[in-house]
């Protein structure tokens, strides 16, 4: 049972390059998230998934696009990355409310990937 | 804007002390959680906290909710050196799916 799974680990990236960040959960979770970490920022939500094929926006979704279309993946993509996108992402998943004998809501979280945008 | 807002935003303590950190939020909410993160690390659960419970205990945790002041607290107990970490809280917004974090508070316990 690996939990939440993200690849890559790291990366670097012109301004202007693309890319997908991956994210895998295997607990069957039908919640999926993606956060972005700044220092002093706290975590702020880009998108969010409440099922296989659905995403819907974060506070923060510009510059972003999601895609969900297995239930264990959701993947983050950038179009053309800008410096501004430099952070570290964060994936999640969680049960809905009321489900996961007990454990409800509670978010898993993956160990993150550290983008670099130069 | 955050939902919620840890303070204070850093601690350090002694092995053993008593570490108190709090959250207040904005709307109203079904539950509050508690996260921590080490550094580098993505965040682990800690302990969740719905509307109509007022405490709860979690081994060397114990945390508060007063919903009419939109706060919350995380007590940690006889602090160790290994609790050095930052420490979130996270609300839903009622009516949503989406959980909204704090700034956090970073922790450091002197051995």
């Known amino acids: 049972n690996a939990g939440v799974t993200q690849t890559p680990k790291f990366r670097v990236l012109k301004t202007g390059q693309s890319m997908t960040l991956l994210c895998a959960q295997d607990?069957?979770?039908?919640?999926m998230y993606w956060y972005r970490q700044d220092p002093g920022m706290g975590l702020r939500l880009i998108h969010y998934?409440?099922?296989?094929?659905?995403?819907a926006k974060g506070e923060v979704p510009d510059g972003y696009n999601v895609s969900r279309l297995k239930k264990q993946n959701f993947l983050l993509g950038l179009e053309s990355a800008a410096p501004s996108q430099t952070s570290v992402y964060f994936c999640a998943s969680s049960y809905p409310p009321g489900k996961g004998g007990g454990v409800g809501e509670t978010q898993y979280f993956g160990p993150g990937t550290r983008l670099l945008v130069l | 804007s955050q939902q919620g807002e840890e303070d204070p935003q850093a601690l350090s303590i002694q092995e053993g002390e008593n570490a108190t950190m709090n959250c207040s939020y904005k709307?109203?909410?079904?539950?509050l959680q508690w996260y921590r993160q080490n550094s580098g690390r993505g965040l682990v659960h800690l302990i969740l906290?719905?509307?109509?419970?007022r405490e709860k205990h979690s081994g060397r945790l114990r945390v508060t909710l007063d919903t009419s002041k939109k706060s919350s607290s995380l007590l940690i107990t006889a602090s160790r050196a290994a609790d050095t970490a930052s420490y979130f809280c996270?609300?839903?917004?009622?009516?949503?799916?989406?959980?909204?974090f704090g700034t956090g508070t970073r922790l450091k316990v002197l051995a």
């Open positions: 998934s409440v099922g296989e094929g659905t995403t």
């Open positions: 607990m069957n979770h039908e919640y």
């Open positions: 906290i719905r509307s109509n419970e």
């Open positions: 709307t109203s909410i079904n539950n």
């Open positions: 996270a609300t839903d917004i009622r009516g949503t799916y989406k959980y909204i």
